[in-house]
């Protein structure tokens, strides 16, 4: 669904603008949490990897600085991995309410049934329904 279409098509131009926009920027910071988050797990693969990769008769004070390196990068995917879940749980609550606003405040339609006696030679008691919907 495009955002604001609804708000289009009910001619309340100026909502389904604002909402089109806000989903587009929130979308975007929420496509950019995610690229975040990916840069963020390919620097901890690469912290963990340089840790693993250590010789054994490396020195300790470089063990400890490697270590420390790999759990500073760990704690930042934990971190990105935060933003990505407030980003599209923001994106799906905006669009969620982008679609009540939207459903609440469309136009509303009724439906008329005229009968009529169809006098032109056909068997009596044969109607013609024809339904209209009016807008308000």
Known sequence: AIPGLGHFYSRRTGRGVMYLLTELAVAGGAGYAIYLGNQAVDDYDSAKTYYEDLPRETEQPVFKQARARMDKKWDDTRT????????LGTLAGLHLLN???ATAWFPSTERISIATDAGD?????VAVSIALEARR
């Open 99 to 101: 679609v009540v606003d």
């Open 80 to 87: 990105t991995r935060r933003y990505q879940v407030i980003a």
């Open 121 to 125: 030679g056909m068997r009596a008691g």
